[in-house]
């Protein structure tokens, strides 16, 4: 399962690396209203990008916490 949302992981991230080649090409050609406005799609794209990084951060989180906490730790973290 692991190496399956691995592989999602990398693909998404050469979809989104090709998403911003094709951005920074285009760009001229790309019509904006103003100046907020391009800031604002590049940001949308950086935090989409984000995503699976933080998923996987959690994910390990999680494993972590299930797995090789103590009981007592484990029940005082899932009781907060």
Avoid: A, D, H, Q
């Avoid at 949302?5 to 050469?14: D, E, G, N, V």
């Amino acid at each position: 399962m692991l190496k399956v949302y691995s592989i999602t992981i990398i693909l998404f991230y050469l979809s989104f690396i090709l998403c911003l080649l094709r951005w920074s090409v285009n760009k001229e050609n790309i019509n904006s209203k103003s100046n907020n406005e391009k800031w604002f799609v590049f940001m949308r794209l950086l935090v989409i990008g984000c995503m699976p990084i933080i998923n996987v951060v959690f994910t390990l989180i999680y494993i972590y916490i299930s797995i090789f906490v103590e009981s007592e730790k484990f029940i005082e973290f899932m009781n907060k």
